[in-house]
């Protein structure tokens, strides 16, 4: 697996990473424990360093097994989670309190089964605490030596500027793919000119890039797509044009439309890290095979000159959701 480096900071890992949320949580195909765990290890054996978790993912249980997964690989893999959203009678609310950091870098540690958070991202911007505290409250942990880097999730440009005067801010990370390119518009040059890598969640579009969810899919209400504007019968009946594209442009490859997808997000930026997340080997092994996948000018300017034909139809989130973004 080549390797990346998440933009002027010594955080080196494998070009595509494992986002772990959906093995247990958000979706409806999770796994059991051991078939979770399972998966990850093959991950770490096939050239995968760079994982990704949360404490709000179960919340907890996804940590937990990330954590038994990895610790007989821990030397050899770069763990990422994030604090700042804790349950509320059922509701999740941002809490990024100095006091509430703490408890959860401590609650994190304990169910990863490690002595260190090699890179800890503030799950989504608390507007009621400034960023300069949250920001000297890591650069805090970092000097007590329980964080190693750290980072900030879906946060707006100028909120990132002022993290990152406080103390560096190594990596952001939001959603982008082919079919959410929001980023483009400000979020990428900023990041160019600060020196931040970036790590794009959800870079098969929950599954939509892959090719495999038609215009009649369905979806259970444990499975977060089920509320998701993109993902509503008309939406997908209107997006398949761009699958459409991916799977020509797949065809001329002789490789998959995720393949694809995956191998544009890397041609965007040499620090551009994605971590699709899976339940299955074969995906997995997919999805790492883009990391071979190169495409050329020529080709790159083809999918974005039939990009400029295509309609995006429905929000990426409910409307409740997207208010707690930044980007």
């Known amino acids: 697996m080549q390797k990346r480096t998440l933009g002027k900071s010594n955080l080196e890992v494998s070009a595509i990473g494992f986002g772990c949320m959906g093995l247990n949580y958000a979706y409806s195909n999770s796994l059991d424990k051991k078939q979770a765990i399972s998966l990850l290890q093959a991950a770490v054996e096939r050239g995968?360093?760079?994982?990704?978790?949360?404490?709000?993912?179960?919340?907890?249980?996804?940590?937990?097994?990330?954590?038994?997964?990895?610790?007989?690989?821990?030397?050899?893999?770069?763990?990422?989670?994030?604090?700042?959203?804790?349950?509320?009678?059922?509701?999740?609310?941002?809490?990024?309190?100095?006091?509430?950091?703490?408890?959860?870098?401590?609650?994190?540690?304990k169910r990863l089964k490690t002595d260190v958070i090699d890179l800890y991202y503030q799950h989504r911007v608390d507007t009621t605490v400034p960023i300069e505290d949250v920001a000297g409250t890591i650069k805090e942990l970092i000097q007590?030596?329980?964080?190693?880097?750290?980072?900030?999730?879906?946060?707006?440009?100028?909120?990132?500027?002022?993290?990152?005067a406080v103390h560096p801010v190594t990596a952001v990370e939001s959603e982008y793919s082919l079919w959410w390119r929001k980023p483009e518009e400000f979020l990428l040059f900023a990041l160019n000119e600060l020196g931040?890598?970036?790590?794009?969640?959800?870079?098969?579009?929950?599954?939509f890039l892959t090719g495999s969810i038609g215009k009649d899919a369905k979806f259970g209400k444990t499975d977060f797509r089920s509320i998701v504007p993109r993902f509503s019968p008309e939406a997908l009946a209107a997006n398949q044009g761009l699958v459409d594209l991916?799977?020509?442009v797949a065809s001329q490859k002789q490789v998959?439309?995720?393949?694809?997808?995956?191998?544009?997000?890397?041609?965007?930026?040499?620090?551009?890290?994605?971590?699709?997340?899976?339940?299955?080997?074969?995906?997995l092994e997919e999805n790492i095979g883009a990391a071979d996948i190169e495409l050329s000018e020529k080709e790159l300017q083809s999918i974005e000159g039939a990009l400029d034909h295509i309609k995006i139809v429905g929000a990426r989130y409910p409307e409740e959701l997207e208010k707690r973004t930044g980007l």
């Open 246 to 248: 991916l799977k020509q």
């Open 256 to 283: 998959t439309p995720a393949q694809i997808a995956l191998a544009w997000l890397l041609a965007q930026r040499p620090w551009i890290v994605p971590i699709p997340g899976t339940t299955k080997l074969n995906r």
């Open 196 to 207: 931040i890598g970036f790590v794009p969640f959800s870079p098969l579009g929950k599954g």
């Open 48 to 109: 995968v360093t760079f994982f990704d978790t949360a404490e709000m993912y179960g919340p907890f249980t996804n940590e937990e097994l990330v954590g038994e997964a990895l610790k007989p690989y821990r030397d050899r893999v770069v763990i990422a989670t994030k604090f700042g959203i804790r349950l509320v009678n059922g509701k999740q609310v941002q809490d990024s309190q100095p006091a509430s950091i703490r408890q959860s870098v401590e609650g994190s540690l």
């Open 144 to 164: 007590e030596g329980k964080i190693k880097y750290w980072g900030l999730s879906e946060a707006g440009v100028q909120t990132i500027r002022r993290a990152h």
